[in-house]
């Protein structure tokens, strides 16, 4: 069998349950471009210290491990900044096209739930975590306003 480079994988293992907030610190900053979740969900972040963009793929510094109550998932999204405008209250996943507010939320309010708001319909493009009790006064600085088309309550296991 030829060997190359593509046939070699390192696989790391941790049944560890504690938040990482510097990969770099575990020698394993922006070289993660996979990994396998069993159990709760967590969220890779871009930057260290559970900062900047939230991932699925690529290269990620920082790891959180979801702990909050999943049950009664309840946002507010807003389409203007600082919680002005149309208001929407949405308790279960939605396609935002389906109720006029695709690509023009701007702030929102998280009552319950951990919910996953997404760039493009069917969980596709970038997306923005939030957790219970957020208030995201305006998505100018996260460079998402104006973007969401899909959000979605991460749901606890049956």
């Known amino acids: 069998m030829s060997s190359s480079q593509s046939e070699h994988m390192t696989i790391f293992f941790s ?7 510097n990969l770099e610190k575990k020698s394993f900053n922006n070289v993660i471009s996979s990994l ?3 159990g709760a969900p967590w969220v890779a972040y871009y930057d260290k210290n559970f900062t900047g963009k939230q991932r699925d793929k690529g290269k990620f510094s920082s790891l959180k491990m979801i702990t909050d109550d999943l049950d009664d998932p309840e946002i507010q999204l807003f389409e203007h ?3 002005q405008g149309r208001r929407v209250t949405l308790r279960r996943e939605t396609n935002l096209h389906d109720i006029d507010l695709s ?5 929102h309010k998280v009552k319950g739930g951990v919910w996953v ?11 923005l975590v939030s957790f219970p009790g957020d208030e995201v006064p305006s998505y100018l600085p996260l460079s998402f306003n104006d973007v969401a088309s899909h959000v979605h309550p991460l749901l606890p296991k049956p």
């Open 103 to 107: 690509d023009t939320a701007s702030s």
């Open 36 to 38: 396998k979740v069993i």
């Open 81 to 83: 900044v600082d919680f």
């Open 117 to 127: 708001l997404y760039e493009h319909v069917n969980h596709q493009g970038a997306q």
């Open 15 to 21: 049944q560890g349950a504690n938040n990482v907030n």
